[in-house]
């Protein structure tokens, strides 16, 4: 059975930096793409990166060169490291499994975490 | 970027009754490859994850039930709910995979009237 696991979520400082792990079990990540969404209060969801099978990395114009996605296959876990934070990054963030398709960032995603909230604030 | 908008934002629907909710892509989001519409529906109810109801803009998701049914193509879509039940009270979300810059929609709250 497929499981995803996210941690690392906290209070942190605006400017501060944060990891997000996502442990994936019943499957290899590295077969699949891999993609984290967040939910900031109030609003909807928002792709904010992924990962293809191929390691290509894909990321949402709000994230980019601030946020970088990686994984472990030996580990099998994805990781969100995130820096230069601000309250509009304060979400509760998912991680998220897609089957392969012909784009790098999968297809629909299948099967989701429970979440890990990363809240921003002085 | 591919622009994802959803209409309306809430829904207040009696019991028994249809819902409908709409969601227009900036471009069209057909794949010529497979002649498939690259656009999915997801249901996510308070304090859980979203979950797929639906794929290829039209296929069901194993053990969603037949109530929820997906329709349209190129950038016009449909979610249709035949006959509202209780459990059904959520926020819904299109979503486009045609782009490796994935986007959803702005969410529709859907409301027991």
């Known amino acids: 059975e497929v499981h995803l696991v996210e941690s690392g979520g906290d209070l942190v400082l605006p400017g501060g930096s944060l990891r997000l792990s996502c442990a994936a079990s019943?499957?290899?990540?590295?077969?699949?793409?891999m993609s984290w969404v967040r939910r900031a209060p109030g609003k909807g969801l928002e792709w904010v990166s992924a990962?293809?099978?191929?390691?290509?990395?894909y990321y949402a114009d709000s994230v980019k060169g601030r946020f970088t996605i990686s994984r472990d296959n030996s580990r099998n876990t994805l990781y969100l490291q995130m820096s230069s934070l601000s309250a509009e990054d304060t979400a509760i963030y998912y991680c998220?499994?897609?089957?392969?398709?012909?784009?790098?960032?999968?297809?629909?995603?299948?099967?989701w975490g429970q979440g890990s909230l990363v809240t921003v604030s002085s | 970027d591919i622009v994802m908008t959803q209409s309306p934002d809430s829904l207040a629907v009696s019991l028994g009754e249809r819902a409908t909710i709409n969601c227009k892509s900036s471009q069209s989001v057909l794949d010529s490859s497979n002649n498939k519409n690259s656009l999915a529906w997801y249901q996510q109810k308070p304090g859980q994850p979203p979950k797929v109801l639906i794929y290829w803009a039209s296929t069901r998701e194993s053990g969603v039930p037949d109530r929820f049914s997906g329709s349209g193509s190129g950038t016009d879509f449909t979610l249709t709910i035949s006959s509202l039940q209780a459990e059904d009270v959520a926020v819904y979300y299109c979503q486009q995979y045609y782009s490796s810059l994935l986007t959803f929609g702005g969410g529709t709250k859907v409301e027991i009237k």
């Open positions: 998220a499994k897609s089957l392969v398709g012909a784009g790098g960032s999968g297809l629909n995603f299948d099967h």
């Open positions: 990962i293809s099978t191929g390691g290509s990395t």
């Open positions: 019943g499957f290899t990540i590295s077969s699949y793409a």
